[in-house]
């Protein structure tokens, strides 16, 4: 039986008891939901133990968040002035809307984690659409929570009081460990491809925790299975094969007499109990998700963080601003000098005694650079009978030509094909000519024209390339003739579809082009080039080489 929302919030309270037990074996807990009265009554319901709260935000400056050294009054003062900043401080971690910390932010915070595994974390995660905290951080906790779609009146009194805890702490020390309980962890870690370390040892450190939560003295059967559950579910990169086990020779006389000594064994655990553990918890549609794969969770993606960014590169230097250096932002000497000299004469009147260049926090100015992104052209190429093979070839070149150049210009290119009943993305952006080619050489034709998945498709994918520093820009190439909507047949819901799917685009203020394949201009194709504000482009008789023109133009210009 799978979670439901009450199971999701029962196990989130026990996730809390357990953090509260062992903070240091535990790290801490990802708790994935929207800030609602839901987040807040969970978060209301921490074990003292794990108050106070240290509230720490994407936007928080270096100097507030890690400390170090107050460079105005250190000038000031004549002397090394040192603040000490929030991570300093002893108690849980609360970091929010972790899906948006930089690499370089969560890099420092697992530092801090490592020093300091006797404060716990907490990070508040509220991605949506393939952004997720960073992988750095998450790996260093035991505890995912989803909270999505948990409502007030699924919520319950459920948290162990004051007395429970620090009973169970004392107890935690104590708590022994039947034989081979590390070895079925790790083999049960391994069955659902969770390739962490970690993870054995928070599952244990998680069985020790129930335990004395309990008031147990050891180890048993329900400690082992809750901790896998906790631990071991959403890390589950695939599922267990049915033949993993090792086969039994038929003609050793003496292997019952051994297998009944091996079944009797102090954890007393049959070889599949903790593997179906993980399977009744997992989420809808993740056994047909993970069945026969090993894929990446889907949070990090090649992102790493989920930080969303201007730009993906560096650009020409602009005039530098106000403001105090810190690991995103340089000190300019030069202007910060410059704008201290005119108060020089009144700074020395009002302090005789100082001497040399006296500089105040107003005075400092960081660099600024121009943040430049990449550009990627998304192709959305109809496929359908319609347009027939020989369009296919058309994008196929073009594709092909704008890439030939990808290094030059610094273009990204992306293809999406729609025919049949749907669309698919059939090469991810890349600059790569070969990769491209052998995505290329299988595309399919004919069907019908599902214009309306075509442009879903390229919406998200320009989304999803936002989110990694990317300018996306759309190319459609297509006659019009939609005949599949998004959720089935019919050209009147095919259009209205389609016109929805445009304003979307529109919605997203990104460069778009709009080619119109049909020997002659087609006045719908307009109207949905309008929508979708995009400019519209004729081309009844074009080759790969004017197709591959007219989007570097249209798009450039």
């Not at 300091?116 to 907490?122: E, G, K, Q, V």
């Not at 999803?464 to 759309?474: D, E, K, V």
């Amino acid at each position: 039986m799978k979670q439901d929302r009450t199971e999701a919030w029962i196990a989130g309270h026990l996730a809390l008891s357990l953090l509260a037990v062992d903070p240091a074996g535990l790290g801490g807990l990802r708790l994935r939901a929207r800030a609602s009265p839901v987040r807040d009554a969970f978060l209301d319901a921490a074990p003292d133990m794990l108050r106070p709260f240290l509230r720490i935000t994407p936007a928080m400056a270096d100097e507030a968040l890690f400390g170090g050294t107050d460079i105005a009054e250190s000038l000031s003062q004549g002397r090394l002035v040192v603040r000490k900043g929030v991570i300093a401080q002893s108690g849980t971690r609360l970091v929010t809307m972790s899906e948006r910390l930089s690499r370089g932010r969560a890099t420092r915070l697992a530092q801090v984690m490592d020093a300091r595994p006797s404060d716990a974390t907490l990070l508040l995660d509220e991605g949506i659409d393939g952004e997720a905290a960073p992988m750095a951080l998450c790996d260093r906790l035991a505890f995912e929570i989803d909270l999505d779609g948990v409502r007030t009146v699924d919520l319950g009194e459920l948290a162990l009081g004051a007395a429970d805890i620090s009973a169970a702490r004392e107890r935690l020390e104590k708590i022994t460990l039947p034989d081979e309980t590390l070895t079925d962890l790790v083999v049960t870690a391994a069955r659902y491809g969770i390739a962490s370390l970690r993870a054995p040892l928070f599952a244990l450190a998680a069985a020790r925790a129930h335990a004395a939560l309990y008031r147990r003295n050891s180890v048993m059967e329900d400690d082992l299975i809750a901790a896998v559950q906790l631990v071991y579910a959403h890390r589950a990169t695939m599922m267990p094969e049915d033949d993993f086990e090792t086969d039994t020779p038929e003609e050793d006389p003496a292997t019952p007499e051994e297998q009944d000594e091996s079944d009797s064994r102090e954890t007393g655990i049959p070889d599949d109990l903790l593997i179906d553990a993980v399977r009744a918890v997992l989420p809808e549609g993740a056994l047909s998700a993970l069945s026969g794969q090993g894929a990446q969770r889907s949070g990090q993606g090649a992102g790493g963080a989920g930080y969303r960014r201007k730009g993906n590169r560096r650009g020409r230097p602009l005039p530098s601003i106000a403001g105090m250096p810190s690991s995103d932002s340089r000190l300019d000497l030069v202007a910060t000098l410059r704008a201290a000299a005119p108060w020089q004469k009144m700074r020395r009147a009002a302090e005789p005694e100082r001497s040399g260049l006296i500089l105040s926090r107003s005075d400092f100015r960081v660099k600024r650079y121009e943040e430049r992104s990449d550009r990627l052209i998304i192709f959305v190429v109809d496929a359908s009978g319609s347009s027939a093979m020989t369009r296919l070839a058309e994008a196929k070149g073009a594709v092909e030509t704008l890439l030939a150049n990808a290094y030059a210009s610094r273009d990204h290119v992306a293809l999406v094909s729609f025919r049949g009943r749907d669309a698919q993305l059939l090469l991810p952006p890349t600059r790569s000519l070969v990769q491209a080619k052998r995505a290329l050489g299988g595309l399919p034709g004919g069907g019908g024209t599902p214009l309306a998945s075509g442009l879903k498709v390229a919406a998200d994918v320009a989304e999803r390339a936002r989110g990694q520093g990317l300018s996306p820009s759309i190319a459609v190439m297509t006659d019009g003739r939609a005949n599949i909507g998004l959720e089935g047949e019919g050209r009147k819901a095919a259009m209205t579809d389609a016109a929805l799917m445009a304003r979307r685009i529109a919605a997203m203020a990104l460069p778009a082009l709009v080619l119109d394949t049909n020997t002659r201009a087609k006045s719908d194709l307009s109207d949905l080039a309008r929508q979708m504000g995009a400019t519209y482009m004729p081309l009844p008789r074009a080759d790969s080489a004017s197709i591959s023109k007219s989007v570097t133009d249209a798009l450039r210009s």
